[in-house]
């Protein structure tokens, strides 16, 4: 589904910045509206509302942190992006102090920028979309730990997170590397934002990588960044991931995937926190923390020989084990109702919540694809429901009890279990097959047979 495009207000006193902004937004197909100053901003506000404001600080008059303040009070909704050329800690603590989002620095990287938006406009439609989650057990020190918020966006009491969030919360104050492990689907990334929102480094960015999405060549480059030139196609000068991740957090996902040279290039930043983006000799100093996440047995692919062992004992500095759901049973009443508040939206209905039927089915499946797995099944329950709950013939095939005719045949189960594989891996057919414990043409002559998308 096409989301509808975002409104957003720029505010730069410089005609340049403004107009390649809005040039850069509209052509993602975002209404923009750009004004010269703070006073025709405000005007602007009076009469209509926006989802971002990009807000220049250093403006003549009434500059970008008073302006910050003024634009929270009209529209306490709106996500605030400050742009400055002028960075500093202190910088960044006012302005999160007066309620922005998050702030970038000039010369603006519009790729960076781009992540930004993004990020503040799931943030905005997050806080639109959901109610807060039931609260916590009467523990006195659970409720002070909720209400600094952690782990905001990690829902569940039982003993198996409450584990978690006290790890993320020993970890968070520190600036070790933290090594995130656990099944697809257990919430890895939610755990390395909540690392990074508690860590001294929050007021910088948190810049997330999938190694595992891209071929070695493309890596290098999102990693690296490159200069104008360097390859065919280099038509301008790009900042990489870890460059921009200075100051704050690098996320690598699937680490176990890298490539032997880009494990050796990765050590090298490591080791020295220095770098060269592909085609350039200039040596950029870099300061970030590293958190990494992984599936897979990091211990077996270094004996293997597949993991550099120098590489495994810097990232496996601290451990957290993101839980499975099956480990944390009595969670899932309250990640099901999260996420069937979340999916009312969209499907323009109040839900109310679930039969006492459809949550005994919920708890007693074993869930292989873990919380990705049951938002999946709340969110199609969702929009087949009829009445103001879900019921039990709601819900997709699952196993658990009931009745049989609901479970689909054995044929179905295996399609449906082989397509949620394949989407958890993004199509990619060796770590697919791996995880299904199956050889790729046995994989291939399945994705035939069921007609699978990948």
């Given at each position: ?19 390649s ?50 634009v ?65 057990s ?58 990074h ?17 891209l ?29 921009l ?16 040279k ?28 590293v ?85 999946n ?63 790729r ?14």
């Amino acid at each position: 589904m096409k989301r509808n495009p975002a409104r957003l207000l720029i505010v730069d006193d410089e005609f340049s910045m403004r107009d390649s902004l809005a040039a850069w937004f509209q052509e993602d197909g975002h209404d923009v509206v750009a004004a010269e100053s703070a006073e025709q901003a405000l005007r602007t506000l009076d009469d209509h509302r926006f989802d971002v404001a990009l807000l220049d600080i250093k403006m003549p008059g009434i500059d970008g942190v008073e302006l910050l303040e003024r634009v929270r009070v009209i529209d306490p909704a709106i996500r605030v992006i400050m742009i400055t050329a002028y960075a500093t800690v202190e910088t960044a603590v006012r302005c999160l102090k007066h309620g922005a989002f998050d702030y970038i620095t000039k010369p603006v990287d519009p790729d960076e920028l781009t992540r930004l938006v993004a990020r503040a406009l799931e943030d905005k439609q997050h806080s639109e979309g959901v109610t807060p989650a039931p609260p916590p057990s009467p523990e006195p020190e659970r409720r002070v730990e909720r209400e600094r918020g952690v782990a905001d966006a990690i829902i569940g009491e039982s003993p198996a997170i409450l584990h978690t969030l006290e790890l993320i919360r020993q970890v968070a104050a520190t600036d070790a590397t933290v090594l995130i492990r656990g099944e697809s689907g257990t919430g890895k990334e939610l755990i390395a934002r909540a690392v990074h929102r508690e860590s001294p480094r929050r007021y910088f960015s948190l810049i997330s990588v999938n190694c595992g999405a891209l071929p070695e060549s493309l890596l290098e480059s999102e990693l690296f960044g490159h200069e104008k030139g360097a390859f065919t196609g280099a038509l301008y000068r790009r900042k990489g991931k870890l460059e921009l991740a200075d100051g704050g957090t690098i996320f690598l996902d699937e680490v176990a995937t890298l490539t032997p040279k880009s494990q050796v290039d990765l050590l090298r930043v490591l080791e020295t926190h220095e770098l060269n983006r592909l085609g350039g000799h200039e040596t950029i100093k870099v300061d970030f923390r590293v958190v990494c996440a992984t599936n897979e047995d990091l211990e077996a692919l270094v004996a293997d020989k597949r993991f550099r062992e120098d590489l495994y004992y810097r990232l496996n500095v601290f451990t957290i084990e993101a839980p499975p759901l099956r480990n944390r049973v009595s969670d899932i009443p309250l990640l099901a109702e999260h996420f069937l508040r979340r999916a009312a939206p969209t499907v323009g209905r109040n839900l109310t919540g679930f039969s006492p039927e459809a949550l005994e089915r919920l708890c007693a499946h074993t869930w292989p694809g873990n919380v990705r797995e049951l938002a999946n099944a709340v969110e199609r329950a969702a929009i087949v429901a009829a009445g103001p709950r879900v019921e039990l013939h709601d819900l997709p095939p699952l196993n658990g009890g009931g009745h049989p005719a609901a479970q689909g045949s054995l044929e179905d189960v295996e399609r449906q279990h082989i397509q949620r594989v394949l989407d958890e891996h993004d199509g990619n057919i060796t770590r697919s097959a791996r995880a299904l414990e199956v050889d790729r043409a046995t994989l291939y002559n399945k994705i035939k047979k069921y007609e699978l998308r990948r």
